[in-house]
């Protein structure tokens, strides 16, 4: 067997997609017999909207046509809004869907493409040599088996019993001052308004959808999800740690401890699971590494922040970097497992400022409030918005490149319109086969490079041709009229090597 992914999260999910469509079938040991159905992710932000669209998942995943549309309106950062209007092209793209869904979406596809999803299977030992890795299983029966494996990854939550196997560190902190409150619940119509969708909260003002507030008691955020009984959610900080269960009279109490006004939330009707939780404090931890030896990790087992909103921006993103490559060092092509960790772990230490800055200008204290007012004023800037989005979108980490490389190399590649012969295409959906693709938009048409697939176009763009990976990002690029067939053929080397056939 060449790959098992331990977890059947959206991350582990996706990885198995990405190695099923580099030629490679992988196992998938999942221990719950059906996906959890207890709600988590209300949807995707950043960068991977785009990546999903790359993958032709942003219309399962959406239920709409795409393209996904950047967020021109307004987003959230620690509780102040962020103004994407002041951006000439906002980086932010949102797609609303619950975590299940996405869930149900990745693995009806992971089957369509031969994956095998084994669940009620679950790992209870890892033991890896220098020629692979011997697993051993309780399946649905309680029965054990072994499984030898070249590959292992770890896509198995922040508990992850592959890490720990793997005797890999998960370093951070454990924040322990704040207790977060969620419930779906029904809020009376006089208590909206029709034009904005605001909770109109006497003494207080309105609260806008989706834009959370800070007040003296803590934090709130009323957010009406489509399809969902609106989620309303508040952060206090040192209160009494509690071993009771949530009800709605404590989500009620907690409402009106941070905005000083009884809002009559009733529970609602309808089919559930709805959302009725407290989570006390949280924890920001990044794994020392994301590879040992033929163990890897992904998702949430790599990396966990408390202010969340990003775990699947970037667990999902690890899951796009990593399959290509895993396929590829399997399928005997060029191993360049070790640019896995290189690429993606300098994006979750970013990650950790964006928690961490966050969770700062949300906590309490008149220090911080002035903070705050000082934040809201550069806010009003367009060059700090532009680097508040850019970090919320996880689009401001370039991947390592040599100094003087073509200025789009190490970036995803740009969302562009290709006229071809045969007609217009987006570049989202040429790309959908995650192979590497050689964009020749020269005069002359004329490139190649050994084994990779060609694509001859006219783009509203100042490069003359481009490389692309199967995860999208550019190795290599060029704006001259005449490009360097021999550094395309160097760069085609280095990350592909001899041609493979999937
Ligand atoms: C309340 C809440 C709200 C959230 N909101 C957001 C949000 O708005 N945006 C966002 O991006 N993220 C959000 N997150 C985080 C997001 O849900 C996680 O980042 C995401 O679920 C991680 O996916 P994963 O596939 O890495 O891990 P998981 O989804 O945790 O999947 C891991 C899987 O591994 C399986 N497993 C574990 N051990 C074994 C074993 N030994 N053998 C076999 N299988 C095993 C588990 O059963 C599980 O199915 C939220 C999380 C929570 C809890």
Known sequence: MDVVVVGGGPN???LACELALGGVRPVVLERLTEASREPRSNGLVGQVVRMVDRRGLFERLSGQAGPPKPNNGYFMFAAMPLNLG???DSPIHTLPVPE?????VLEERAAELGAEIRRGHELIRLVQDDAGVTLTVRGPDTETYELRAGYVVGADSAHSPVRKAAG???????YDRSTSRSAHAVVPHDWLDPATGALKVPGHGPVLPFLPVRTAGGGFSYAPLPGLPPLVTTVEWDQPESDEPMTLDEMRASI??????????EAPTGDGPHVLRRINGGNTRVADRYRHG????????AHVFAAGGTGLNLGMQDAIN??????????GGTDVLDTYETERRPIADRTITYSQAQAALLSPGNDTTGLRRLFGELLTQPGVVRVLADLVAGADVRYPVADGTHPLTGWPAPDLDLHTPDGTIRLAELIRAAKPLLIDLTENGDLHADGIEVVRATAATDATALLLRPDSYVAWASSETHPDQDDLRDTVRQWFGAPVNA
Request: net charge positive; glycine share 14%; aromatic share 6%.
């Open 12 to 14: 582990g999910l996706m």
């Open 294 to 301: 033929r163990v890897f990790l992904v998702g949430d087992a």
């Open 256 to 265: 009106n401890r941070v905005l000083g006004v009884d809002v009559p939330i």
């Open 86 to 88: 002041l951006l000439d």
């Open 322 to 331: 990593l399959g290509w490559k895993l396929a590829s060092a399997i399928r």
């Open 168 to 174: 890999i560190g998960f370093p951070g902190i454990t």
């Open 100 to 104: 299940l869904k996405t869930v149900q």
